[in-house]
């Protein structure tokens, strides 16, 4: 195997990181050259990605990757999903691309469902209806800005309006395509039905590639300002996150395994050979997504580490500043068991108040309220590791087979706490790791592009998969279970338990 070196621009809701990776004999080495804090940016009235500031922060990352000595072949870039930006025929961007948390759509979900059930919306897609979807975006932008239906020629979802403002040139690729709610199912085409009835044309987002491509260099104007040739080639890799990091994990192939995704979001699904399309997954709230080979990824999106992360923000606006490797560690010494949020209430969706959010909540509920940060913290972790188990339930249950270790990744697992009690609360081992999955995921699909049949995908993995294996440690069904009365009372829905 001759050496090669390769970058991942990874793009998360939380951060983005520009890391490099060197691929030897002996295995995939590392490094963090650049990362840096991408959040929605309020106006008021709406809630923008800053994509200009990200094009320049993964610049100035791709900067310091030349100034340390790194000679790259290729870079790809993976994102969050859904999001997207309207480009003109000139390739100029019409509008700042809306953060998914931007709730415009709020007020033409009803005007959707009149053309499109939320039943026949996953019937067609596979995609489990949501605001947060491209197609309503896309549809409620089409009400807002009908000035701007004739002047879009493209519409390109983040990972390729990177790679637009970066190397002049964009695709959508499938895994990203996947998250749009706009595919036929399983199929890497732009669902007629779906098209015509929201009046998106199909040709603003075809063709969406399976498998990634060869882009070229970046702009030569670019490569000046960072220091680099156009040796180094931008691929179109596995664009979606989640997508990326399933590449870099060997155990999530398995029939027996599921995995959970730990970030911003945390995704728990399994991956299958073709969609489930079935009234049990739409009624449990599962999607079907892609895999980079154009298999399926059955999944749940439910609020992950957002909650922690705007608890974090709430408490540095007051002036008090604390690390999650602090946050971990004062939740770790509560010993407020007992008290539990429902993650993924609609209120706890959108940014600011977190704290006074939960207080809330648990006020509703009737339930003890916190006494330390330490206590509210632990009462969010515990909440998000009960919201695994009864999603676990869910997905078991839908694909009809059991459910017998969990693989978890992404920046999230540095929290040892959640890994400990997603553990004991699910009884089943995990194998926890890597935290930069997506980015390790993304420099191999690079090579799945680059080097085609001559990579040995499986080889590579057998040298750098080396997880940490969590088993549980105490059984926690009697709190389980009182998560499910809080949540079900709250709510009213019928739950699945394990
Ligand atoms: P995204 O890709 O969505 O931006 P990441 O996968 O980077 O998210 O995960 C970010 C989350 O990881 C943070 O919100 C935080 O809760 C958690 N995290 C990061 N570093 C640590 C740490 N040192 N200790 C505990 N948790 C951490
Ligand atoms: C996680 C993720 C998830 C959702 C969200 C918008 O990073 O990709 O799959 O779609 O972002």
């Not at 080396?466 to 389980?480: C, S, T, V």
Request: glycine fraction near 8%.
């Amino acid at each position: 195997m001759n050496e090669t070196t390769l970058i991942a621009v990874d793009l998360g809701a939380s951060s983005g990181r520009v890391i490099s990776g060197q691929l030897t004999e002996t295995g995939l080495t590392l490094k963090e050259q650049f990362r840096f804090s991408n959040f929605p940016v309020t106006t008021g009235r709406d809630l923008y990605w800053d994509v200009l500031k990200i094009a320049q922060e993964i610049k100035y990352g791709l900067q310091l990757t030349s100034q340390d000595g790194v000679v790259p072949e290729s870079l790809a870039v993976d994102s969050w999903g859904v999001d997207f930006g309207y480009l003109t025929s000139r390739g100029e961007l019409l509008l700042q691309p809306h953060s998914y948390r931007d709730e415009r759509t709020a007020f033409t979900v009803g005007q959707l469902n009149e053309k499109l059930s939320d039943w026949q919306q996953f019937r067609l897609s596979g995609n489990q209806p949501s605001p947060i979807n491209t197609s309503s975006q896309l549809f409620a932008d089409r009400l807002r800005y009908p000035e701007m239906q004739p002047l879009t020629d493209r519409v390109v979802m983040i990972p390729g309006l990177v790679t637009h403002l970066l190397a002049g040139k964009a695709d959508n690729e499938y895994t990203i395509a996947s998250t749009s709610g706009l595919l036929t199912a399983g199929t890497t085409s732009i669902s007629p039905e779906i098209s015509r009835a929201l009046a998106i044309p199909a040709m603003w987002l075809a063709p969406v590639r399976l498998g990634g491509e060869h882009l070229g260099p970046l702009v030569p104007e670019i490569q000046r300002e960072i220091g680099y040739d156009n040796r180094m080639q931008v691929v179109v890799g596995a664009g979606h996150d989640t997508a990326a990091a399933l590449l870099a994990l060997p155990s999530a192939r398995d029939e027996d395994t599921a995995f959970i995704s730990c970030g911003t979001w945390s995704l728990i699904g399994r991956q299958l050979s073709k969609p489930v399309l079935t009234h049990a997954a739409f009624n449990a709230g599962l999607t079907n997504e892609g895999t980079f080979s154009g298999h399926t990824r059955l999944l749940k999106n439910l609020t992950g580490l957002w909650l922690i992360q705007e608890l974090q923000r709430d408490w540095s606006l007051a002036g008090n500043m604390v690390d999650f490797g602090k946050m971990t560690m004062l939740a770790a010494a509560s010993t407020c068991t007992t008290s539990f949020i429902d993650p993924d209430a609609p209120m706890f969706a959108s940014p600011g108040h977190m704290e006074a959010k939960i207080r809330f909540f648990l006020r509703q509920t009737g339930q003890a309220l916190p006494q330390t940060a330490g206590d509210l913290i632990r009462i969010v972790l515990q909440s998000l590791a009960c919201s695994y188990r009864r999603t676990l339930g869910a997905l078991a249950e839908t694909t009809g087979k059991p459910i017998r270790r969990l693989t978890m990744f992404g920046g999230g697992i540095q929290n040892q706490l959640l890994v400990q009690l997603t553990a004991d609360l699910t009884g089943l081992p995990i194998d926890a790791g890597p935290v930069e999955a997506s980015a390790i995921g993304n420099m191999i699909s690079q090579l799945m592009v680059l080097q085609q049949s001559a990579f040995d995908r499986d080889a590579l993995l057998a040298q750098i998969y080396h997880p940490q294996r969590i088993l549980p440690a105490m059984n926690r069904d009697a709190e389980y279970h009182q998560f499910e009365v809080i949540v079900q009372n709250h709510d009213g829905k019928a739950i699945s338990s394990t």
